[in-house]
Nanobody, 120 residues
Framework: QVQLVESGGGLVQAGGSLRLSCANS??????MAWFRQAPGKEREVVSV????????YYADSVKGRFTISRDNAKNTVYLQMNSLKPEDTAVYFC???????????????WGQGTQVTVSS
């Protein structure tokens, strides 16, 4: 039974850093992704990684600032977020699926989300 649990969110000042973690208590998933949803906006992809880490995808808005990684021995995926901006404020969701896709509809498994708030 796959269960994804995010942690690491919080309040940080602009320019600061946070590292999100997503622990999977079930079987390994080929593709792991981070999505985010700000108030009044649609959910959007942030980053995706395949099982080996050889394929990664980043939204243009986070390229050069965020890094996705995974530790398969720990069944955990991470999102290192640096140089945070107020516009990064959102609920961040971890998702797992079988294809490296940017479309949220392609992901079967979802975490409950963790709030990230960046103050100016």
């Amino acid at each position: 039974q796959v269960q994804l649990v995010e942690s690491g969110g919080g309040l940080v000042q602009a320019g600061g850093s946070l590292r999100l973690s997503c622990a999977n208590s079930g079987g390994a998933l080929y593709a792991m992704a981070w999505f985010r949803q700000a108030p009044g906006k649609e959910r959007e992809v942030v980053s995706v990684i395949n099982y080996t880490g050889s394929i990664t995808y980043y939204a243009d808005s986070v390229k050069g600032r965020f890094t996705i990684s995974r530790d398969n021995a720990k069944n955990t995926v991470y999102l290192q977020m640096n140089s945070l901006k107020p516009e990064d404020t959102a609920v961040y969701f971890c998702a797992g699926g079988s294809e490296v896709e940017a479309d949220s509809a392609e992901y079967k498994y979802w975490g409950q989300g963790t709030q990230v708030t960046v103050s100016s």
